[in-house]
């Protein structure tokens, strides 16, 4: 099947040949023709499938096949993100597809003055991408309302959960008008989300395109134990052992990213932070900078799980085991994205061995273990001290209050033979704590 033959409205077909996309995943292919018939649907695909194309063309080629100048203070297609980064990636996935068509596209999320936010929606948009909490911040203030929404879209809904942002989300669907068109999207289906859906969706078709909390098949993965406070020595070692075009080192907490960074600077390796506690323009900036190649390493926390798509991250490297087993396979779908290979590296303190168990139980794949290096002792001496706090990014905070109110504990949950993780992929063919969460994404 090829895009041409689904029948999508020509600037639609513009825009997918300027980025010369020609035929679609499956989970394009099956959720677009229900979609343009105007059905409900429930989608569950693996990460990094094209989930947001799935849903971007056929709410494109409806509003392109019914062109209506938008209602002042609302939108005609509402999306819903738990990131600002995933929200901001999404937008700009409409803008691309749709960039043959005069539709206004905006965003709302927290990190940027909401005065500047209210004044854009002020005459209505075509496409609103918000997050949960941000977008109640402007309907509270009168500044917005969802009367005249035709598309609901609700993406990345178990991530929503995760989040504990489902209560904004049930809010926000009862101001939405009865007559619409619902479209829910995530990687996996636990129960609560199934219900979810229930409650949401009118006579859905269901689109399953990869068996749930499955692993990217060309992402090789490996695992080493170490002993938690060992964990840079091995993560440097690494890092200058292996050819990596480009990583993302993940941690559980904001305050063990800045402490990898500082650690990271401070044995002369560049890398760049995200995490909820870092302004948007710095997360941004990041971003930008990873994106471009500026700087090969970016360490975050599970805030990047999900919304970066950067083709070219070649290794995923957890220093920390995510809280959760699910998480792990959002970690790992960064790499081996657009048919190249990719691999992963899990290193695995004492307290962590049962979370190993657990995600190789939930993924039905074994890690392949990779024993310490014969000289890691003496590595482990040698490793330089960590840059001073204030060599940290600009803004980067250390030991600040989480949403609970309460200090993280600075050594709490931070985030034989040479090791060897596999080749360099081929280029061609290759917690935040719960209570925060909500500041991180609003």
């Excluded at 600009?394 to 709490?412: F, L, M, S, T």
Aim: proline share 7%.
């Amino acid at each position: 099947m090829e895009f041409k033959s689904l029948g999508l409205a020509e600037p639609i077909m513009r825009g997918l040949a300027a980025k010369e996309y020609a035929t679609p995943t499956p989970i394009q292919s099956q959720a677009i023709p229900p979609l343009m018939e105007g059905r409900d649907l429930c989608g569950i695909a693996q990460t990094g499938t094209g989930k947001t194309a799935a849903f971007a063309l056929p709410t494109l080629d409806r509003l392109a096949r019914d062109p209506k100048k938008p209602v002042a203070f609302s939108c005609r297609l509402l999306v819903l993100s738990p990131t600002r980064e995933l929200a901001a990636q999404i937008a700009q996935s409409f803008r691309t597809y749709g960039r043959f068509m005069k539709l206004t596209v905006a965003t709302v999320f927290g990190g940027v003055p909401v005065n500047r936010q209210i004044r854009q929606l002020q005459g209505g948009v075509d496409i609103l991408v918000a997050t949960p909490g941000r977008l109640l911040d402007i309907i509270d203030q009168r500044a917005f309302n969802l009367g005249a929404v035709e598309i609901f879209v609700l993406d990345e809904a178990d991530q929503m959960m995760d989040m504990g942002f489902i209560a904004p989300v049930k809010r926000i669907a009862k101001m939405l008008p009865a007559k619409r068109q619902t479209l829910l999207f995530s990687a996996t289906m636990p129960k609560e989300i199934a219900e979810l859906g229930k409650q949401f969706l009118n006579d859905p078709i269901t689109v399953s395109v990869a068996p749930q909390s499955t692993t990217a098949e060309r992402v090789r993965q490996f695992a080493t134990f170490v002993e938690q406070p060992e964990k840079q020595a091995l993560l440097t070692h690494v890092l200058r052992d292996q050819e990596i075009e480009r990583a993302l080192i993940f941690t559980r907490t904001k305050y063990g990213a800045d402490k990898v960074a500082r650690a990271l600077k401070g044995s002369g390796i560049e890398a760049v932070v995200i995490h909820g506690d870092r302004s948007q323009a710095q997360r941004t900036a990041a971003l930008q900078a990873f994106r471009q190649g500026q700087v090969s390493l970016l360490v975050a926390t599970d805030i990047a799980a999900r919304g970066i798509d950067v083709p070219e991250v070649s290794h995923v490297i957890n220093f920390e085991l995510p809280n959760m087993p699910e998480q792990y396979v959002h970690r790992i779908g960064r790499t081996a994205r657009a048919g190249r290979e990719g691999v992963a590296i899990s290193f695995v303190a004492g307290d962590e061995r049962a979370s190993l168990r657990g995600i190789e139980r939930l993924t039905r794949t074994r890690c392949e273990m990779v024993p310490l290096p014969q000289d890691f002792t003496e590595m482990v001496r040698n490793l330089p001290k960590p840059a001073p706090r204030n060599s940290a990014p600009k803004g980067a905070p250390h030991g600040k209050r989480d949403g609970h109110g309460q200090r993280e504990a600075h050594g709490q949950r931070e985030g034989q033979g040479r090791p060897s993780f596999g080749r360099r992929p081929r280029r061609g063919g290759v917690g935040e704590h719960r209570g925060a969460v909500q500041k991180m994404a609003r």
